[in-house]
């Protein structure tokens, strides 16, 4: 079953607009994390931001945030004022395991983000 | 500050021929180390990690494997190498920071074209 689900594969924004991506996830686990990363056509993966499963507070990065909504198991990033630069491969990714060293995280599948001048 | 290197950036191989692909990391010690790899336009598909010199776990049963001689340093390899394994990998590493958050953090990746 697919643990990570991204169920926009493409989205058109115009700029200045803010942008919500969705992502829903699946663990039985009671302690995990999840995460998004931006992929720009260089093919590099930027880490943009974190939540953990016991934070209380959404995580935020700047113009980065995470509305995290434990008991629907979702965790949507949502980008303010959408910029040029924006435009790339957005993964959201879900770290699990115990609190020990064997952690590993799991991707979704991506939204490719257009921001349209 | 740390810091993951890849090598080589870009690969092109014939089919059949073996491969070794190497990431290293600088400023940290005993990392989660990972193997990803990404088809074209496509999502990122777990490989191997590894948690310790030696110990490799195995998450896709395929003709590649991976091995880890020193602490900040994940090899990828194949005897054979078939279309199939043609993408981009991406090696990444990842601790727990102070307030018991984890991390991970991914090198610049290899592309790999097999032809």
């Known amino acids: ?117 | 500050s740390q810091t993951i290197h890849q090598w080589p950036a870009t690969l092109v191989q014939p089919v059949g021929s073996p491969l070794s692909l190497e990431c290293t990391v600088e400023g940290t010690s005993n990392p989660n180390l990972y193997w990803y790899r990404q088809a074209a336009g496509r999502g990122l598909q777990l490989l191997f990690y590894s948690v310790g010199i030696g110990q490799i776990s195995s998450e896709v049963p395929q003709n590649l494997s991976a091995s880890r001689p020193q602490d900040r340093q994940f090899i990828l390899s194949s005897k054979k190498l078939l279309l199939s394994d043609s993408g981009f990998y991406l090696c990444a590493w990842g601790f727990r920071d102070r307030r018991n958050q984890y991390e991970q953090y991914f090198g610049p990746g290899t592309r790999l074209t097999v032809t």
């Open chain 1, 1 to 117: 079953a697919q643990k990570i689900t991204q169920t926009q594969p493409g989205m058109f924004v115009q700029e200045k607009e803010a942008v919500t991506l969705d992502c829903t996830y699946d663990t039985s686990d009671q302690s995990y994390g999840l995460f998004w990363y931006k992929q720009p056509s260089s093919g590099e993966m930027i880490f943009l931001i974190y939540q953990g499963s016991y934070d209380e507070q959404n995580a935020t990065e700047g113009r980065y945030s995470l509305n995290f909504q434990k008991a629907r198991k979702s965790a949507n990033l949502v980008i303010s004022a959408s910029q040029l630069g924006d435009s790339a491969m957005y993964f959201c990714a879900m770290r699990e395991g115990n609190m020990n060293r064997d952690d590993k995280i799991i991707f979704g599948k991506g939204t490719r983000l257009h921001i349209l001048p």
